[in-house]
């Protein structure tokens, strides 16, 4: 009884938050004048990056208005930090959009679809999350093919799928809903194309792509320009070396896989839209022989663009960045990359993951006719039990109620986002016209200066 007792009580508490925000004017997009000016906001989020590669960013972002969108998340978080929201705090995933979703190995070998992307993630209220993956779906769907019902259907279906799932979890017992599963990947086309790409994705596949053998017969990276080149001597050096550090942050059996590992060489590699300019290294190491590569990513990570917009106990804190992004991760996913950790090399913060272990990513392609609508469905899916995990389903199912107001709420709100997101990159065209922003599809030079790392004892690995 005392635990019927203690749901009720959350779900009434959920209750009580329409009054901070109600569920009606979730649909609201502040209009006039936004207090910043959006292409300023874009210029923040791009400090602390190499400025040889943001030319190549902007190259990428001005691809299309959901290239863009993808590439300015801050952007949107200053945008959503002048909102009134119900003050439920999730673990945000932070970037939550169409192409953030994929498939990867989980632990014991299976191929999962989840969110694939925590570079943001940081505590936060839920509706930012579903806010941005539901204009994702607006302008992911406008870009192949769909028309605006269309595309607005699949926003909608996204919402409600979020919340009826929001309320199946908040009837579960806590570990059943914070183990979910979805049993249906093969019978949705986006979710399947990306694992039978999973499939094709394997460490052996990129041995062969990024790679040649060097004089002992050992693997070595070799430069696939544009995006990928060998790192410099003193760059593999540091990055070897802040393997010490990241050792410290990984679980006991997870260490005494990665001990059986030898380091060969670094790479540098230029990803993503919204990550490009950041220090990507891609250490190549081997276990058993030449055939058992692991490629381990070490990512720079900055703080969340949603910092600034969140109570001073979240935006004061002085968690490592890379930290942030692992732990996030962790938090909002059951299953998750065991070599997943962090480190330091110099005044930078990295996240360290394996790199393409069998991923697999969300094809433009695959969304047109029933695919934009099914993915959707399998998103809220998948949203709604990364904040069941890290929130308390029972407060915002409390929130969200059984009618559908939350879900016409957010589509209409997806809807106006779109567009401005669509008028932000019409700005940013121009930006690019008069010179303030420069494109080019590849960096001036591929020199890579690194800092010297600070380190503790750095084992077998260093």
Not at 216 to 243: C, M, T
Not at 268 to 279: I, N
Not at 322 to 332: F, K
Request: with cysteine; charged share 25%.
């Amino acid at each position: 009884m005392a635990l019927t007792t203690s749901r009720n009580l959350r779900i009434e508490a959920g209750k009580q938050r329409r009054v901070q925000a109600s569920r009606s004017g979730q649909a609201l997009l502040q209009t006039g004048k936004r207090g910043f000016d959006p292409l300023d906001a874009l210029e923040s989020g791009e400090q602390d990056r190499l400025p040889r590669l943001l030319p190549v960013k902007c190259h990428r972002m001005a691809a299309s208005a959901f290239a863009f969108f993808r590439g300015s998340v801050s952007i949107m978080a200053a945008d959503l930090g002048q909102l009134a929201h119900s003050g439920i705090t999730v673990q945000l995933c932070g970037d939550a959009h169409v192409q953030n979703l994929g498939s990867f190995a989980a632990p014991d070998g299976r191929l999962i679809f989840d969110f694939n992307d925590f570079d943001e993630s940081i505590p936060g209220p839920w509706e930012w999350d579903v806010k941005r993956m539901a204009a994702s779906l607006i302008l992911a769907g406008l870009e192949s093919d769909h028309k605006e019902p269309a595309s607005a259907a699949a926003a909608w279906a996204f919402a409600k799928s979020y919340c009826a799932s929001i309320q199946a979890f908040s009837r579960q017992p806590v570990l059943t809903a914070a183990r979910h599963q979805i049993r249906r990947e093969q019978h949705i086309k986006p979710v399947s194309a990306a694992l039978q790409e999973s499939e094709r994705g394997t460490p052996a596949e990129l041995l062969k792509k990024f790679t040649r053998r060097g004089a002992d017969k050992r693997p070595l990276y070799r430069d696939v320009k544009p995006s990928f080149w060998r790192a410099s001597p003193e760059e593999h050096a540091a990055a070897v070396q802040s393997l010490g550090l990241y050792r410290e942050t990984l679980r006991p059996e997870a260490l005494h896989l990665f001990n059986l590992f030898e380091p060969l060489d670094t790479g540098f590699k230029v990803v993503g839209t919204g990550s490009v300019g950041l220090r990507d290294y891609v250490v190549l190491l081997e276990g058993n022989g030449p055939s058992d590569p692991l490629f381990l990513q070490i990512k720079q990570e900055t703080d969340s663009a949603y910092r600034p917009f969140l109570p001073l106990a979240v935006s004061a804190a002085s968690l490592h960045n890379g930290q942030r992004a692992a732990l996030g991760q962790r938090s909002i996913q059951p299953l998750s990359d065991p070599f997943l950790g962090w480190t330091t090399i110099g005044s930078h913060q990295f996240l360290v993951r394996q790199l393409n272990d069998h991923k697999g990513s969300i094809d433009l392609e695959s969304l047109r006719g029933p695919g934009l609508e099914s993915l959707a469905v399998v998103a809220g899916e998948l949203l709604a039990r990364g904040h069941a995990r890290s929130g308390d389903a029972c407060v915002i199912a409390g929130y969200l109620g059984s009618s559908d107001k939350v879900p016409v709420a957010i589509r209409d709100f997806a809807i106006a986002y779109a567009d401005r997101a669509a008028a932000d990159y019409r700005s940013f065209l121009e930006a690019l016209q008069t010179g303030r922003f420069t494109a080019s599809p590849t960096p001036t030079d591929q020199t890579s200066p690194i800092e010297k790392p600070r380190v503790r004892n750095a084992g077998r690995a260093s």
